[in-house]
């Protein structure tokens, strides 16, 4: 059974930071490419960060500079590092885990920016 579980979203005011981290379980992880997206309502779910299974990263404009992704492949796991916190940042951040039969997504963790 495929499990993605977010952490560490949270209420923070503008310029704080967030650490979000998500768990996987039942893929191969180190093979799979992993991403971070946000979604707000009435959107699109975006892409904010990804990384490769190689380890190239690719970042949303408006997270370079900001955020920075990193996984684990020992413990399976991949973080956000959020920093200078915008309220445009608000939203659920989902994991994402990309294998080469499908996506897996995480449940969603939220993240609220207050001015």
Known sequence: ???LVESGGGLVQAGG???LSCAVG????R????AWYRQTPGKQRELVAGMDNGGRTKYA??????????RDNAKNTVSLQMNSLKPEDTGVYYCSA???ATT?????TQVTVSS
């Open 17 to 19: 930071s967030l650490r």
């Open 26 to 29: 039942g893929i191969i992880f």
């Open 98 to 100: 990309r294998t080469a």
């Open 104 to 108: 897996y997504w995480g449940q969603g």
């Open 1 to 3: 059974q495929v499990q």
């Open 31 to 34: 093979f799979s490419d992993m």
């Open 61 to 70: 404009d408006s997270a370079k500079g900001r955020f920075a992704i990193s």
